[in-house]
């Protein structure tokens, strides 16, 4: 199956992420075929992210977030501010002097 393909942390995050748009389509009171409609994807595909399958796009998990009114809810997601290994290994690679720069003559 394609659960084992990912490291078990991911499958785990990803059956987390389907649970809870599933609640929230509960909560909703709408079936898996209202908020495949309102997605513009097939109910099977709202199955399968309810699921937790790897298989479903991120287009199809925001697409249900933006159905369901939680759009905001992954404005922060994979934010560059965050990334504190990302900016550790950038400010390593700052130089520590700065050169003059050679002015470049121009030839008419």
């Keep these: 199956m394609a659960h084992e393909v990912y490291p078990s942390e991911v499958n785990e995050r990803l059956c987390i992420y389907g649970e809870r748009v599933r609640v929230a389509r509960m909560r909703r009171r709408w079936s898996q075929a209202d908020l ?5 994807v ?3 595909t709202v199955s399968r992210l309810e699921g937790g399958s ?3 796009g991120l287009g199809a998990f925001l697409a249900a977030l933006w159905a369901l009114d939680l759009w905001d809810t992954a404005r922060d997601m994979a934010d560059p501010a ?3 290994a990302g900016i550790f290994l950038e400010r390593r690679r700052t ?4 050169r003059r720069r050679k002015e470049k003559e121009l030839d008419f």
Excluded: K, L, Q, S
């Design 36 to 40: 495949a409609e309102r997605m513009g």
């Design 42 to 44: 097939e109910r099977r």
């Design 54 to 56: 790897p298989g479903v």
């Design 82 to 84: 965050a990334d504190a």
């Design 95 to 98: 130089p520590t002097r700065a």
